[in-house]
């Protein structure tokens, strides 16, 4: 008779060789990940990303790509070769977070969607497009004069500026609840 299952007998004990392996291994890992999540990084950490100067910082050409790094409680900008320019981060008053399209390829690009038959530069299109966040910035300068900067960064990125802004101490407004209203006085004066 053709047994299905072959039962094994195994004489080396509950905690055999491989099983022994197996369970330091596993207590190995855990140890390892407890170790990594109570190690905390310092607030004052360097974190920089690559980024595209719209407009807004003083001394900085516009339509620029850099790394926008923030050091030592200041938010920095700075093109290859230039001097740097620095926001401090006690001056920044708003964090706004937007989302930008931009179609990519240039003339080629362009070129390959009017010569697609039946219709086909549409599809290019939505192949053309590529998506990022917008970055804008409301600080306060020594005189006490309002500025805004707005940095062109890659999706997904702007959140993380954003949080790091934010973790130091800054209020971040969403733009949402800042619509102006109009008083009932001035409701009742536009009726009439």
Same mark, same amino acid.
């Given at each position: 008779?053709?047994?299905?299952?072959?039962?094994?007998?195994?004489?080396?004990?509950? *905690?055999?060789?491989?099983?022994?392996?197996?369970?330091? =291994? /596993?207590?190995?890992? *855990?140890?390892?990940?407890?170790?990594?999540?109570?190690?905390?990084? =310092?607030?004052?950490?360097?974190?920089?990303?690559?980024?595209?100067?719209?407009?807004?910082?003083? %001394?900085? @050409?516009?339509?620029?790509?850099?790394?926008?790094?923030?050091?030592?409680? #200041?938010?920095? *900008? $700075?093109?290859?070769? #230039?001097?740097?320019? &620095?926001?401090?981060? =006690?001056?920044?008053?708003? /964090?706004?977070?937007? !989302?930008? +399209?931009?179609?990519?390829?240039?003339?080629?690009?362009?070129?390959?969607?009017?010569?697609?038959?039946?219709?086909?530069?549409?599809?290019? +299109?939505?192949? &053309?497009? #590529?998506?990022?966040?917008?970055?804008?910035? !409301?600080?306060?300068?020594?005189?006490?004069?309002?500025?805004? &900067?707005?940095?062109?960064?890659? @999706?997904?990125?702007?959140?993380?500026?954003? %949080?790091?802004?934010? =973790?130091?101490?800054?209020?971040?407004?969403?733009?949402?609840?800042?619509?102006?209203? $109009?008083?009932? +006085?001035?409701?009742?004066? !536009?009726? @009439?």
């Amino acid at each position: 008779m053709h047994r299905l299952f072959v039962s094994r007998i195994d004489n080396s004990g509950c *905690f055999g060789g491989h099983t022994l392996i197996g369970l330091w =291994a /596993v207590l190995y890992c *855990f140890g390892i990940g407890a170790w990594a999540q109570s190690a905390s990084p =310092a607030s004052n950490a360097a974190f920089s990303i690559r980024a595209t100067h719209l407009l807004g910082l003083p %001394n900085t @050409k516009n339509d620029c790509k850099g790394i926008l790094s923030i050091q030592n409680n #200041k938010l920095q *900008f $700075q093109r290859s070769g #230039k001097p740097v320019a &620095a926001i401090d981060i =006690a001056s920044i008053r708003h /964090v706004f977070l937007g !989302e930008e +399209s931009m179609q990519v390829g240039g003339v080629p690009m362009k070129i390959g969607k009017v010569a697609a038959p039946y219709g086909g530069g549409r599809v290019v +299109s939505v192949f &053309a497009h #590529k998506k990022y966040d917008t970055l804008t910035l !409301e600080y306060v300068d020594v005189d006490g004069g309002v500025h805004g &900067a707005i940095f062109l960064v890659a @999706k997904g990125q702007g959140e993380l500026v954003r %949080n790091e802004v934010v =973790a130091r101490d800054v209020y971040s407004g969403s733009g949402d609840g800042q619509a102006t209203k $109009q008083s009932t +006085s001035e409701v009742t004066h !536009e009726d @009439k």
